[in-house]
């Protein structure tokens, strides 16, 4: 199904923790679901010949959670990002963070540097994870980087767009969210314009290649017209 148009696609990860407590299990054990889903949610996306996938795992809000959940979550992303790094070669997987990296424990900094470095090259699909990110704060500095610049002509949607983190990312075209709820939750404010929105009750931890090709086969059925009056 190459020619399925999809190009970009975006995930609001959600309801690891209501997994969990549905089970009577702590919430790590939710989170460390979450990413067995992550991964078969990669290979369907390849199946499916997404060439661009973003991913909202650890938004700049959530550091209001539980100090235990906040760090586990940061030692999550340390080992386990770097600890699949044979998967990613595998694959041809480039893995980019995007977010505020600045403030972020320094092992969590190393594994994103180590990772990001040892998959520049692959080119399969790119799998972006938004971690310590926020729609918001992203555009802000946008804007900031511009007046630092000291960039004196109008502020134009394409000179905010050259100046966000990884300009050269498409547009998403589809952003989907798992777990029921039906909000944006302050994510790829600024790619999402003309994004296409889908909402699924299903957990984020049942989530697997099929339903990626659940996705597209909505997504297919959608028109798309930009502002104009489509076809």
């Not at 990669?42 to 499916?48: A, K, N, R, T």
């Not at 959670?65 to 992303?77: A, C, D, G, Q, S």
Request: charged fraction near 25%; proline fraction near 4%; aromatic fraction near 10%.
């Amino acid at each position: 199904m190459a020619d399925n148009n999809l190009e970009h696609l975006g995930i609001i990860m959600d309801g690891n923790g209501r997994w969990a407590s549905k089970r009577h299990l702590p919430r790590t054990a939710g989170h460390l679901e979450g990413l067995k889903a992550l991964k078969r949610c990669i290979l369907g996306s390849i199946e499916m010949d997404i060439k661009f996938l973003s991913l909202y795992a650890f938004s700049t809000e959530n550091w209001s959670r539980p100090k235990t959940e906040v760090n586990y979550l940061m030692n999550l992303i340390a080992t386990k990002l770097p600890g699949e790094l044979k998967f990613y070669m595998s694959k041809g997987i480039r893995i980019l963070i995007r977010g505020r990296k600045e403030n972020l424990p320094q092992n969590v900094s190393e594994a994103i540097t180590k990772v990001e470095d040892a998959t520049k090259e692959n080119s399969i699909i790119t799998v972006i994870i938004c971690f310590n990110y926020g729609g918001q704060s992203e555009i802000a500095d946008a804007i900031n980087k511009i007046i630092e610049k000291k960039i004196t002509t109008l502020i134009t949607p394409e000179l905010i767009r050259e100046n966000i983190q990884f300009p050269f990312l498409p547009p998403v075209d589809m952003i989907v969210r798992s777990a029921g709820e039906k909000r944006l939750s302050n994510f790829l404010l600024w790619e999402s314009a003309y994004s296409e929105l889908g909402f699924y009750d299903k957990l984020f931890p049942d989530w697997n290649e099929d339903f990626i090709k659940e996705i597209i086969i909505e997504f297919l059925t959608r028109t798309r017209k930009f502002g104009g009056l489509g076809k």
